[in-house]
């Protein structure tokens, strides 16, 4: 993004953060009497910030130069499957939980913005996933996700989840779902059921079996080229599927679940404040003790 290139900026908010809907209000009077660029916002921000006047007529996605989302990782995602298809980048700003996805925070955004603007920034590239839902020989849902697919009972009932890799049957899974993940989303919900930390940039999928009834059954990570196929074979209650976590779409005996890398990517701004295994080493206090103060190493 050279200097003379960034002309419009979008901004789009966490949907109940105030703190984020504050923090978007002095946003953009800054980009407007500091920066000197037009600001853009969708419609739902829009509404949100209390400026209709700032409301694209079109989709916002496709006339700015770069998103700005204030929130955590989770309107980044929803800004990804947005922005993804348009080649749009994307630069998260921290007012959540864990922040892995995110690379400014309130404290340095404006700094970082100059950064973004001036075109003193990185982009970096992350894999997306395309999931489908096949029922009778018919698609009848599809959505591009940066995260994360799950099939998943809604009631904890048992499934039975035929899975085929490649093409091939592989296994059967008496579990209560499955989550397929990117190497981004690694660090989320695949995470908190066993699944492995990746690098968000390898060129991977992760499944991770959800409390699985059989010992053998144990989270993989594979090449992002394989497509992966889920047979609902039979199932005691509700089953969902959702990618990144939202939309959720209710699946029927023998409907079948494709999962494979998508065409379009996600551009992430990246500010290099600190790498992968360091937001890793700070969120999970990989290697501290708890009783230091400020999450330091004691002193020799």
């Not at 690098?199 to 080229?225: K, N, Q, Y």
Request: charged share 20%.
């Amino acid at each position: 993004m050279a200097t003379t290139s960034v002309r419009k900026v979008g901004i789009t908010v966490h949907r109940t953060n105030h703190q984020a809907w504050q923090l978007g209000k002095e946003l953009i009077s800054w980009l407007q009497q500091k920066a000197g660029v037009q600001v853009l916002l969708d419609e739902q921000t829009a509404k949100r910030l209390e400026r209709p006047d700032l409301s694209c007529c079109a989709s916002v996605w496709e006339a700015v130069d770069f998103v700005v989302t204030l929130g955590g990782d989770g309107t980044i995602l929803s800004a990804a499957r947005m922005a993804a298809p348009n080649g749009v980048p994307v630069l998260g700003v921290y007012m959540g939980r864990f922040g892995f996805i995110a690379e400014s925070h309130p404290s340095t955004l404006y700094t970082d913005l100059r950064r973004a603007l001036t075109g003193n920034v990185r982009i970096e590239e992350r894999m997306m996933i395309e999931a489908e839902v096949w029922r009778n020989g018919t698609c009848v849902h599809t959505n591009l996700g940066l995260n994360d697919a799950v099939v998943k009972s809604a009631t904890s009932s048992l499934l039975n989840l035929r899975i085929q890799l490649g093409g091939a049957p592989f296994a059967t899974y008496p579990a209560d779902g499955l989550i397929i993940a990117t190497s981004t989303g690694s660090t989320a919900y695949s995470l908190s059921a066993g699944g492995p930390i990746v690098a968000p940039t390898m060129g991977a999928l992760i499944l991770t079996p959800i409390c699985p009834h059989t010992l053998s059954a144990r989270p993989m990570v594979i090449p992002c080229h394989d497509v992966i196929e889920i047979h609902i074979e039979d199932s005691g209650g509700d089953v969902l599927f959702k990618v990144d976590g939202v939309d959720p779409f209710p699946i029927q005996h023998n409907d079948r679940v494709v999962v494979r890398r998508s065409q379009f990517v996600t551009k992430l701004i990246v500010l290099d404040h600190a790498t992968f295994y360091q937001k890793v080493r700070a969120r999970y206090l990989y290697g501290e003790r708890l009783d230091e103060p400020d999450g330091l190493d004691p002193e020799p």
